[in-house]
């Protein structure tokens, strides 16, 4: 948290967007900086975390813009604010906590729940109708690609074979499919679930993360103002690959100057504090011209 508001550097009466408002954490320290004269541009695919945040930061001083959008239709969303440039954008990518148990998002499997994993509502296809329709090559390849699953073609021959006796609704029996069709692990205290890699690409399938995250990189740095910074923080190897890669070509070609040569991990201090921090990793440029 420090560290991200140093890299955004907000300064009183700048026009700011926050990507990921989630449950506000970011935006209300963002505002207190940004104070009466500032503007804060916040959206969110999740209309829940919304409402929620925008309650959380109901007697702010700062003006406040509020959009139910994808960060992937940012051009149309300073469109509907008439506003060309900003000062600084924050992206925290992933989900928030209470999305992740939820019942209502049907992302996890540490209980029964409908597999569902939709964040926006606007999404059409849930991911039980993904696991339901898809065909088996199309399933390992999503399982493989997006999760690096070393298991994905035996995961997608069990989820076929499995449907063809009933569908497959529930988050606790798609689990219990992925942890039958891999071979036993020893144990040890670090393992994790062998379904933690299947629920992970359904869920940036069914959301299209990938395609989001590119769009953002690529219009992202076109909407600062001269001097204005772009921070993101991401918590996954193949989503920090991409911010780094897109950051060094904006930086090759002379419209950027990065800020973390290597990205910002958390201090000791905030994982012990906040856990799911462990893995973030931040990082930012400032934009030239
Ligand atoms: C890690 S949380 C952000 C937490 C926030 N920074 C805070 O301090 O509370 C990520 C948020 O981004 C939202 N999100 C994920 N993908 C998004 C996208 N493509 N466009 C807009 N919001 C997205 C999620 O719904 C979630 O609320």
């Known amino acids: 948290m420090d560290e991200t508001l140093g890299l955004i550097s907000a300064q009183p009466g700048q026009t700011i967007v926050d990507c990921t408002l989630g449950r506000g954490g970011h935006s209300q320290a963002i505002t207190e900086q940004l104070g009466p004269t500032g503007?804060?541009?916040?959206?969110?695919?999740?209309?829940?975390?919304?409402?929620?945040?925008?309650?959380?930061?109901?007697?702010?001083?700062?003006?406040?813009?509020?959009?139910?959008?994808?960060?992937?239709?940012?051009?149309?969303?300073?469109?509907?604010?008439?506003?060309?440039?900003?000062?600084?954008?924050?992206a925290d990518?992933?989900?928030?906590?209470?999305?992740?148990?939820?019942?209502?998002?049907?992302?996890?499997?540490a209980q029964s729940m409908p597999l569902d994993m939709r964040i926006d509502p606007r999404t059409p296809r849930s991911a039980a109708d993904w696991v339901n329709s898809m065909k088996e090559e199309d399933l390992a390849n999503v399982l493989y690609q997006l999760a690096q699953e070393r298991y994905s073609r035996r995961i997608a021959r069990k989820i076929v074979e499995a449907r063809r006796i009933t569908p497959i609704n529930t988050t606790d029996r798609l689990a219990e499919l992925v942890r039958s069709a891999i071979p036993l692990q020893g144990a040890g205290p670090k393992q994790i679930d062998p379904a933690t890699r299947t629920f992970l690409a359904l869920r940036m399938a069914v959301n299209g993360e990938v395609a989001n995250l590119d769009a953002l990189l690529l219009e992202a740095p076109?909407?600062?103002?001269?001097?204005?910074?772009l921070a993101v923080i991401s918590f996954q190897s193949t989503e920090d690959r991409k911010v780094k890669q897109a950051f060094r070509s904006v930086e090759q070609a002379g419209l950027a100057k990065v800020l973390t040569p290597k990205p910002i991990t958390p201090t000791e201090a905030e994982v012990a504090r906040n856990p799911r921090s462990r893995s973030a990793k931040l990082r930012a440029i400032q934009k030239l011209s």
């Open 39 to 90: 503007l804060l541009i916040a959206l969110d695919v999740d209309p829940r975390n919304l409402e929620f945040a925008r309650q959380r930061l109901k007697d702010s001083s700062c003006p406040i813009r509020f959009f139910h959008a994808n960060f992937a239709e940012l051009s149309d969303v300073l469109a509907l604010a008439g506003i060309e440039k900003v000062d600084a954008i924050l």
């Open 93 to 109: 990518l992933g989900l928030s906590t209470n999305q992740l148990f939820d019942a209502h998002y049907g992302l996890s499997f």
């Open 222 to 229: 076109r909407r600062l103002k001269a001097g204005g910074r």
